[in-house]
């Protein structure tokens, strides 16, 4: 439905919309209305049009810091749960509002890392927000920022975005925030050039990118063009744009946004799509041997078989990710368990089992 910057007509079915911190708010921290309204505006018009959005949105943190003054001596993983569990309620009422007087209903969803992590609750948040989708509900997501501290995070909401998009099997990710997409320098310096078009063949940009970060947000624009290659890498067309600017998302629709766009690859395979997200979240690791990695690594559609095991660690049940590592402890794969570690100690090294890892559930890391 959209156009892309070579003029080509590219779908737009089913859209995740990320909306960070800096675009919810002022520059001086106090919450942006009349921006919220103009994207929820411009929401209702890509919906109206057949577009399923999933909004994911920053700001909880934000919106609380500006109600709730807390002594300077609170622990900081303190000041951010406290902000951010009282600052969510005034972030999502103002979505309820502005898209109820648009006439759309919401659906808030709060979640943590752990819920990517396991096969059934990652099942369950995507039966849910399908299911909201399917009744014209539009689902708003943000990270619980109450249970969710240090090593449970997002590195931001650009992961848990991406995350999201591949889980739905979105076709759109779009990563709003306060500048028009990566520059080949600090974007407020006239020499830095924006870069609007990124696919296989482009150089690595990480250089490009400065250690600053806008004033509420959490992991900057590197993480951003980390997870834009990731999302792009699994088939989803990705746009890092300015959210401040006025249609925004009806420019991207038409192809004449000022942003940065990345070309999808032609991967479409979902199961995969959720193993590729994986590496943080694996519950148990298995060494193969070399015959195995061959066989994986052959052109031939071969699944792992408990002949090739060598030795495992973690307390994996059936469904959870395992990590693959060969003989000399390289990383090459991850793969969904077919079933748990007590049975995989019975049929390590045996002939004529049943596959630990099946084929449709394996992703190896030359797919990267
Ligand atoms: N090469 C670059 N191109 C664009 N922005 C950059 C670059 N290097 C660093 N940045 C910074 O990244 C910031 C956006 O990331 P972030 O603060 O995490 O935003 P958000 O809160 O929207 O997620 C920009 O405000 C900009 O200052
Ligand atoms: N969950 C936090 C968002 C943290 C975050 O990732 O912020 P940002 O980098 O602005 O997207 C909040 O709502 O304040």
Redesign the pocket.
Same mark, same amino acid.
């Given at each position: 439905m959209y156009q892309s910057h070579n003029q080509s007509t590219l779908p737009l079915q089913t859209c995740v919309i990320?909306i960070? !911190?800096? =675009?919810v708010t002022q520059e001086d921290g106090m919450p942006d209305f009349s921006r919220i309204k103009s994207l929820c505006t411009q929401v209702s018009f890509l919906k109206n049009k057949g577009i399923k959005v999933v909004l994911v949105t !920053?700001g909880a943190v934000a919106f609380g810091r500006k109600n709730i003054l807390l002594p300077e001596k609170t622990n900081p993983v303190l000041k951010k749960q406290i902000w951010a569990a009282n600052g969510q309620i005034a972030l999502i009422h103002t979505y309820q509002q502005l898209f109820s007087e648009l006439g759309h209903s919401i659906a808030q969803i709060l979640v943590t890392k752990e819920d990517f992590r396991d096969r059934k609750h990652y099942l369950n948040m995507k039966n849910c927000i399908e299911g909201l989708l399917s009744q014209s509900i539009i689902p708003v997501i943000n990270e619980n920022d109450t249970v969710a501290i240090t090593e449970l995070m997002f590195t931001?909401?650009?992961e848990l975005a991406s995350l999201t998009a591949a889980m739905i099997n979105a076709d759109t990710l779009i *990563? *709003? @925030?306060? =500048?028009n /997409?990566?520059? @080949?320098? #600090? #974007?407020?310096l006239q020499d !830095?050039k924006l870069i609007q078009h990124v696919d296989q063949q482009t150089q690595d *940009?990480s250089s490009?990118?400065?250690? %600053? +970060? %806008?004033s509420?947000?959490?992991? /900057?624009?590197l @993480? +951003?063009l980390n997870m834009a290659k990731k999302s792009a890498n699994l088939g989803i067309s990705v746009f890092i744009a300015n /959210?401040k600017r006025e249609a925004i998302l009806n420019d991207i629709l038409n192809g004449s946004a000022i942003c940065t766009q990345f070309e999808p690859s032609q991967v479409k395979q979902s199961p995969k799509k959720w193993l590729a997200h994986g590496e943080q979240y694996y519950k148990g690791e298995i060494r193969i041997n070399e015959g195995a990695k061959n066989a994986l690594f052959s052109n031939k559609i071969s699944s792992l078989l408990p002949v090739g095991v060598i030795s495992y660690s973690g307390d994996f049940e059936k469904g959870d990710i395992l990590r693959i590592i060969d003989e000399r402890g390289n990383r090459i794969g991850l793969g969904r368990a077919e079933y748990g570690i007590k049975a995989l100690i019975e049929k390590t090294g045996q002939k004529k089992q049943k596959p630990i890892i099946h084929y449709d559930y394996l992703y190896l890391f030359t797919h990267e």
């Open positions: 990320k960070g !911190s800096n =675009v !920053s931001d909401n650009d *990563l *709003l @925030t306060n =500048v /997409g990566i520059y @080949t320098g #600090p #974007p407020e !830095s *940009l490009f990118i400065q250690a %600053s +970060k %806008s509420f947000g959490r992991g /900057g624009m @993480t +951003k /959210g």
